[in-house]
């Protein structure tokens, strides 16, 4: 589908510095004194926080009469400048009281020009102050686009640009499209480069970034390509209490690390940094109430330098005393004293100055294992599912069977990258030694079948679990109207089994079976092709040779039957299939359930390890190595008794242990 875009150039300079951030939400509102505003500021000085963020609150600086006053901000920036802190000021238009997020598109041509004016009063303003580091466009896009007159009119014009299509060439029609969402992830990006060229007109040279949030559900609304145009960095929200609901508490490291892997993705060459990460209770507030404790606040952080992060917010460092969510997710008590949550972060941010030399410049260990997921897949889930029982049984699986591959190589301390189809690099001459996983994208457009033809000739190997390719980008069932990977994945689908509880998958080079759950499928497969799982004599998985590289092909959800029963058997098999081992310098020795470990390159060679105990027990854990050198590690950070021993590593249940390896 054509999209029709005004391109807003990014400035060529440099913008982010090397050392990872570490900062606030400072919340201002009227009543608030002097004396309590400039405390705020003094504390995130004293505890190593030198980065904030403001939300700009239209409604707090223009009255009734439409004249302006800065005077409540004026002063924040003024204190931010004291203390040395940059600011990144957040745009939130004028809007009921009741909205705790913001509106994310305009209801009418007149709430839009509102907001061009009030881009302009602000930009002009506050340009001037040396604290103003960054304009955050937009608070959490995605979703939010309602049936109104502004989406209507720009529905019409789109609609214009990309007829509909009611047939495909071999006559079969079009009954379900995927039409609604395209123009959804349209206009979240159309949007935000309009916010973008607005700030243009007053200030050429501030740097521009945004935060993304529920990224498990909100991932195929994002063209993060396309925001590397007019963006300088690339940021999230990763609440646990809002954006993890797919995971059990003790998995929301392994959720913040997945959720730091997309958008490293989707920052390309650009910086990225989590720009909200939850500080405190959420009282009434959020899905999943809970107050993170001192090791998740110090998890959550070194989880984001691991990932390349170039810096952490979290929301907030102050409570609000008015609206809804007062007096929550605050870093500081009703007192403005710290809580042992900021203590944490203070202590990590003494960690990383310490030790500066060797996290500035330093970035993450490829693993050259990368889950790739098509925005088509979820859009068609929605729409195979929706208004019926499948979309909240389980078989609406988004993004879990992704998810349990994750978990499973985390686990065995290889941090894979995942990334959308669009970010992936194609163009290489050759992909020895590279791993793609798709795991159960369920719509394949006939357009990728050419780039992942020609990742496998190039030697890479695919991996393909679930009911990937069942359905093209116009949702039809292809093993029906033509399957256009039958070369590459060696044979077709015969039937789909649902199966109502987990069920062993034995596979012919693995200790002990996999597991599979909710659907079976069966392969009607080509001549040649090795039969890789086979089952009263059906064939359940089969290996491809293509090229120079191979296709492993299993069409039951092995992810997420990992995921629901254990770990193990997929960490051990996917190791002995990708054989990290050439890629990673570190490996756990056996995986282990609930421990995770990323690793961090640096410039001259020496190697970073985070690794962090969610298991509810200590740990002793042996380190394998391809290389045949002698590592001397030293410990840079522990918050607990952990420490190194030769390559093995002694860690405390939810301990933060990060090792330097010379």
Same mark, same amino acid.
């Given at each position: 589908?054509?999209?029709?875009?005004?391109?807003?150039?990014?400035?060529?300079?440099?913008?982010?510095?090397?050392?990872?951030?570490?900062?606030?939400?400072?919340?201002?509102?009227?009543?608030?004194?002097?004396?309590?505003?400039?405390?705020?500021?003094?504390?995130?000085?004293?505890?190593?926080?030198?980065?904030?963020?403001?939300?700009?609150?239209?409604?707090?600086?223009?009255?009734?009469?439409?004249?302006?006053?800065?005077?409540?901000?004026?002063?924040?920036? &003024?204190?931010?400048?004291?203390?040395?802190?940059?600011?990144?000021?957040?745009?939130?238009?004028?809007?009921? =009281?009741?909205?705790?997020?913001?509106?994310?598109?305009?209801?009418?041509?007149?709430?839009?020009?509102?907001?061009?004016?009030?881009?302009?009063?602000?930009?002009?303003?506050?340009?001037?102050?040396?604290?103003?580091?960054?304009?955050?466009?937009?608070?959490?896009?995605?979703?939010?686009?309602?049936?109104?007159?502004?989406?209507?009119?720009?529905?019409?014009?789109?609609?214009?640009?990309?007829?509909?299509?009611?047939?495909?060439?071999?006559?079969?029609?079009?009954?379900?499209?995927?039409?609604?969402?395209?123009?959804?992830?349209?206009?979240?990006?159309?949007?935000?480069?309009?916010?973008?060229?607005?700030?243009?007109?007053?200030?050429?040279?501030?740097?521009?970034?945004?935060?993304?949030?529920?990224?498990?559900?909100?991932a195929q609304a994002y063209d993060f390509p396309y925001w590397q145009t007019f963006l300088n960095s690339l940021g999230g929200s990763a609440h646990a209490s809002w954006h993890f609901g797919l995971f059990e508490r003790k998995a929301y490291a392994m959720a913040m690390a997945a959720n730091a892997e997309i958008i490293r993705s989707g920052s390309g060459e650009l910086p990225w940094l989590m720009t909200e990460l939850q500080g405190g209770s959420n009282i009434y507030s959020g899905y999943n109430p809970m107050c993170p404790t001192p090791e998740e606040i110090t998890q959550w952080l070194w989880l984001t330098v691991g990932a390349e992060g170039k810096g952490a917010i979290f929301w907030s460092l102050n409570p609000r005393a008015s609206g809804i969510e007062a007096g929550g997710w605050a870093l500081l008590d009703f007192q403005h004293q710290p809580t042992d949550r900021l203590l944490a972060v203070a202590n990590v941010s003494?960690?990383?100055?310490?030790?500066?030399?060797?996290?500035?410049?330093?970035?993450?260990?490829?693993?050259?294992?990368?889950?790739?997921?098509?925005?088509?897949?979820?859009?068609?889930?929605?729409?195979?599912?929706?208004?019926?029982?499948?979309?909240?049984?389980?078989?609406?699986?988004?993004?879990?069977?992704?998810?349990?591959? #994750?978990?499973?190589?985390?686990?065995?301390?290889?941090?894979?990258?995942?990334?959308?189809?669009?970010?992936?690099?194609?163009?290489?001459?050759?992909?020895?030694?590279?791993?793609?996983?798709?795991?159960?994208?369920?719509?394949?457009?006939?357009?990728?079948?050419?780039?992942?033809?020609?990742?496998?000739?190039?030697?890479? =190997?695919?991996?393909?679990?679930?009911?990937?390719?069942?359905?093209?980008?116009?949702?039809?069932?292809?093993?029906?109207?033509?399957?256009?990977?039958?070369?590459?994945?060696?044979?077709?689908?015969?039937?789909?089994?649902?199966?109502?509880?987990?069920?062993?998958?034995?596979?012919?080079?693995?200790? &002990?079976?996999?597991?599979?759950?909710?659907?079976?499928?069966?392969?009607?497969?080509?001549?040649?092709?090795?039969?890789?799982?086979?089952?009263?004599?059906?064939?359940?998985?089969?290996?491809?040779? #293509?090229?120079?590289?191979?296709?492993?092909?299993?069409?039951?959800?092995?992810?997420?039957? $990992?995921?629901?029963?254990?770990?193990?058997?997929? $960490?051990?098999?996917?190791?002995?299939?990708?054989?990290?081992?050439?890629?990673?310098?570190?490996?756990?020795?056996?995986?282990?359930?609930?421990?995770?470990? &990323?690793?961090?390159?640096?410039?001259?060679?020496?190697?970073?390890?985070?690794?962090?105990?969610?298991?509810?027990?200590?740990?002793?854990?042996?380190?394998?190595?391809?290389?045949?050198?002698?590592?001397?590690?030293?410990?840079?950070?522990?918050?607990?008794?952990?420490?190194?021993?030769?390559?093995?590593?002694?860690?405390?249940?939810?301990?933060?242990?990060?090792?330097?390896?010379?």
């Amino acid at each position: 589908m054509l999209m029709t875009f005004l391109i807003c150039m990014v400035p060529a300079f440099p913008i982010a510095q090397d050392l990872p951030m570490l900062g606030a939400q400072v919340f201002i509102e009227p009543g608030q004194t002097e004396q309590q505003t400039e405390g705020l500021f003094k504390t995130l000085a004293e505890h190593g926080m030198n980065i904030c963020r403001i939300r700009m609150f239209e409604s707090y600086m223009i009255d009734e009469k439409g004249d302006w006053d800065f005077s409540l901000f004026d002063r924040a920036f &003024q204190m931010a400048e004291k203390y040395d802190v940059k600011v990144m000021g957040t745009f939130f238009p004028a809007t009921s =009281k009741t909205d705790i997020g913001g509106w994310k598109f305009p209801k009418n041509d007149e709430q839009l020009n509102s907001f061009a004016t009030y881009i302009q009063k602000t930009v002009q303003h506050f340009k001037t102050y040396k604290s103003l580091y960054a304009w955050v466009l937009i608070n959490e896009p995605g979703g939010g686009l309602y049936d109104t007159a502004f989406s209507r009119s720009k529905r019409a014009i789109w609609d214009n640009e990309n007829p509909e299509i009611t047939q495909v060439e071999n006559g079969y029609p079009i009954l379900a499209d995927l039409r609604d969402q395209a123009f959804e992830r349209y206009m979240t990006s159309w949007m935000l480069n309009w916010i973008a060229q607005e700030v243009r007109k007053y200030d050429k040279d501030i740097h521009l970034h945004v935060n993304n949030h529920a990224i498990f559900s909100n991932a195929q609304a994002y063209d993060f390509p396309y925001w590397q145009t007019f963006l300088n960095s690339l940021g999230g929200s990763a609440h646990a209490s809002w954006h993890f609901g797919l995971f059990e508490r003790k998995a929301y490291a392994m959720a913040m690390a997945a959720n730091a892997e997309i958008i490293r993705s989707g920052s390309g060459e650009l910086p990225w940094l989590m720009t909200e990460l939850q500080g405190g209770s959420n009282i009434y507030s959020g899905y999943n109430p809970m107050c993170p404790t001192p090791e998740e606040i110090t998890q959550w952080l070194w989880l984001t330098v691991g990932a390349e992060g170039k810096g952490a917010i979290f929301w907030s460092l102050n409570p609000r005393a008015s609206g809804i969510e007062a007096g929550g997710w605050a870093l500081l008590d009703f007192q403005h004293q710290p809580t042992d949550r900021l203590l944490a972060v203070a202590n990590v941010s003494k960690s990383i100055e310490k030790h500066k030399k060797i996290i500035a410049k330093a970035f993450k260990q490829d693993p050259k294992i990368n889950l790739i997921y098509f925005k088509e897949s979820f859009w068609t889930e929605t729409i195979q599912t929706r208004n019926g029982v499948a979309a909240t049984d389980g078989r609406n699986v988004g993004f879990k069977e992704i998810l349990g591959y #994750y978990k499973a190589l985390l686990e065995s301390g290889i941090n894979a990258n995942i990334a959308a189809y669009e970010e992936f690099d194609f163009s290489r001459d050759n992909y020895e030694g590279h791993t793609i996983v798709l795991a159960n994208q369920v719509a394949l457009p006939k357009a990728s079948v050419s780039k992942l033809e020609n990742f496998v000739t190039k030697g890479g =190997k695919l991996i393909v679990s679930g009911l990937t390719g069942l359905f093209d980008e116009n949702v039809h069932n292809v093993m029906l109207t033509g399957f256009p990977f039958q070369a590459l994945f060696g044979g077709n689908i015969s039937e789909i089994k649902y199966i109502d509880k987990v069920f062993p998958f034995p596979v012919n080079n693995t200790k &002990q079976p996999l597991s599979g759950v909710l659907f079976k499928g069966i392969i009607a497969k080509k001549e040649g092709v090795t039969t890789l799982v086979n089952e009263d004599d059906v064939i359940l998985g089969v290996r491809n040779q #293509y090229g120079l590289g191979q296709v492993v092909w299993i069409p039951s959800l092995i992810g997420l039957g $990992a995921w629901e029963n254990s770990i193990t058997p997929l $960490a051990d098999w996917l190791v002995t299939e990708c054989k990290p081992d050439e890629n990673n310098l570190f490996l756990f020795e056996n995986p282990t359930e609930d421990v995770l470990m &990323q690793t961090l390159q640096s410039p001259n060679g020496g190697l970073t390890t985070i690794c962090i105990n969610k298991s509810g027990k200590k740990q002793i854990l042996p380190l394998r190595t391809s290389s045949k050198k002698n590592w001397k590690g030293t410990v840079l950070f522990a918050n607990k008794t952990g420490g190194v021993e030769g390559t093995v590593l002694n860690i405390d249940n939810e301990e933060t242990l990060v090792v330097h390896w010379e």
